[in-house]
């Protein structure tokens, strides 16, 4: 089986050969092929490079159309402080949004000629022309509150959420515009899955209740948005206690990304039986954790993961974020290697 | 139980609810009153954020909610402090915080600031990337009681092993705090750190015995003093 059908077959909830394998980097795209972190972040063209490298050196079944969380927020006008070796950050010292007036001032912009949303659409481009044909192409977009905590502040975005519930909401509906355009250039770039960040998801920011209250609407018209392409799509959401059920009632996902369970799943097992003919699993590798374990005790930890939620189908070994670039390469490779060794259905 | 007491009770619950306004509005009557200002801050306002902060403990309140208490307990305290005589309140512990060297995510340093500032802890904060020689630099100034560091991304948490044991040896009898995303109690303890906490409410528990126990081993050692 080629990567597309592998990960096409997960998707649908079938068993492939094996289980799909996703390393999920970006900040080690820079180790290891030599390039600058911050070089590579401002440059769609180098950044795809790298990216094919990197995925034919391990061989996993994905190719990632990501730079940073800050591709949206640039656009808007917000600065972005790029580093040497690091990802980058929104200029604190000049946030965009200072008022909750400002939320509703913000201004939507066109992605195929703001630089960032530009460099990222361009390195989907390359990735796709050189092998879409083998391995699936996936693009991220981030959840309207993600941008505005990098125009505001997370702090007092936090705070808005509560105080000024209404201002926010114009902000998500303006950012939410704006990620139906990109997911839309990214659809037609010829990207096959579209991954929404959901940082906010979970019981680490916000209330279950407020979450939906500031977030549902926009994320909806986002899903019907990209549901309408045909484009099949994929919920990161790594917080503690993400807010699986809340999700759904925004629309059907297809793939669920995670790092820690949701309430009401004691282990991972039972959320595979809660919800593993629902969605597709991606997961549950905790990246600071795979990260300072040996090759070895990867793959015995891969091995648990998919025993856990590999029988059946509809799982994609992987981390349940970024994996972090400072990790040894070893480590991509054992988490590559283990769903060779581990994950073969008969 | 008293009309004062009944006032500060309703102080504590309207912090409690977040109702902003009636908060301001309670604050400002009792001063008209005659309220002991201290009265107000350590009887109204300090049990409203502390209820609030176990509320955060269960799950029952989130980060706006502690956020939203904060700000207006702080703008509470601005209201009742010109009116403070000054008593020379006790220090109830000095720490230098920051993230460490080429870390820049400061939420939770910030959120560990907010919340042990308002426990009545000392706290100079270095800000964000700081080089382990300057938390060595401030200890020496401040004197302080811990060092806190956080690393909110893998490729910089070994920099708080780096701090951990720079503190020991070039300041000892300071205890050395670690926190972040990535940090664990093992990792904390592998490290040699002697305190961790997951969130901002839990490490100032951690805070206030690590700073009893280093006040202690300090009296200890001045001769004629009795351990504490």
């Known amino acids: 089986m080629t990567s597309v059908e592998r990960v096409e077959a997960a998707m649908q909830l079938q068993k492939a050969d094996r289980v799909p394998v996703w390393i999920r980097i970006i900040g080690g795209l820079g180790r290891v092929t030599g390039v600058k972190y911050g070089e590579l972040l401002q440059n769609g063209e180098l950044a795809a490079k790298c990216a094919l490298e990197t995925q034919e050196l391990f061989g996993d079944d994905f190719l990632y159309a990501f730079l940073d969380t800050l591709v949206e927020s640039d656009g808007f006008g917000q600065r972005t402080i790029f580093l040497e070796n690091e990802a980058g950050y929104a200029d604190k010292e000049n946030f965009m949004i200072q008022s909750p007036d400002d939320y509703s001032r913000l201004q939507l912009f066109d992605v195929a000629t703001a630089k960032r949303c530009k460099d990222l659409i361009k390195m989907a481009e390359i990735m796709v022309s050189e092998r879409s044909k083998d391995v699936p192409v996936i693009a991220i977009v981030q959840e309207p509150l993600v941008t505005l905590g990098n125009m505001r502040g997370i702090e007092k975005l936090l705070v808005d959420c509560l105080r000024y519930p209404e201002a926010v909401r114009q902000g998500v509906d303006i950012v939410t515009d704006l990620i139906i355009d990109l997911s839309h250039a990214l659809i037609g770039a010829g990207v096959k899955y579209m991954l929404l960040c959901h940082d906010y998801g979970n019981r680490r920011m916000l209330s279950e209740e407020l979450f939906l209250k500031i977030e549902k609407d926009g994320l909806a018209r986002w899903h019907k948005a990209v549901k309408a392409t045909g484009t099949r799509i994929v919920i990161h959401s790594c917080g503690p206690t993400p807010y699986v059920d809340a999700t759904f009632t925004i629309g059907e996902f297809d793939c669920f990304q995670l790092c820690y369970l949701p309430t009401g799943c004691t282990n991972w097992s039972e959320f595979k039986n809660k919800y593993g003919n629902r969605i597709c699993i991606m997961g549950h590798l905790v990246p600071s954790e795979a990260a300072r374990m040996t090759p070895k005790e990867l793959k015995r930890e891969c091995k648990n993961n998919i025993e856990e939620l590999g029988p059946g189908g509809g799982y994609i070994l992987a981390p349940g974020c970024e994996f972090p670039g400072n990790a040894s390469m070893l480590n991509y490779k054992a988490l590559v290697d283990s769903a060779e060794e581990y994950g073969r259905y008969r | ?228």
Do not use: W
Not at chain 2, 58 to 79: G, N, Q, T, W
């Open chain 2, 1 to 228: 139980m008293s009309i004062k007491e009944n006032t500060l009770d309703t102080m504590k619950q309207v912090l409690f609810n977040l109702q902003e306004n009636d908060v301001y509005e309670l604050v400002r009557k009792a001063l008209a009153e005659g309220y002991d200002p201290t009265d107000i801050i350590n009887k109204g306002l300090t049990p409203g954020m502390v209820a609030v902060g176990e509320e955060f403990e269960k799950y029952r309140y989130y980060l706006p909610e502690l956020l939203l208490c904060a700000e207006i307990f702080r703008a509470s305290v601005d209201i009742v402090k010109p009116k403070m005589k000054h008593t020379g309140t006790k220090n109830k512990g000095t720490v230098v915080l920051g993230t460490i060297q080429e870390d820049i995510h400061e939420i939770g340093k910030n959120l560990v600031k907010l919340i042990f500032e308002l426990a009545g802890i000392e706290v100079h904060d270095l800000g964000i990337d700081v080089p382990c020689a300057k938390f060595i630099e401030e200890k020496s100034r401040t004197n302080a009681e811990i060092v806190a560091a956080s690393a909110m991304i893998t490729s910089t948490v070994p920099g708080l092993k780096k701090l951990t044991e720079l503190v020991k040896r070039e300041a000892p009898g300071t205890a050395v705090m670690i926190g972040g995303a990535p940090v664990t109690d093992s990792l904390a303890e592998e490290y040699g750190a002697d305190g961790f906490a997951p969130d901002c409410i839990s490490a100032v528990k951690v805070a206030e015995t690590l700073i009893g126990s280093v006040r202690a081993q300090r009296s200890a050692r001045v001769p004629g003093k009795q351990p504490g």
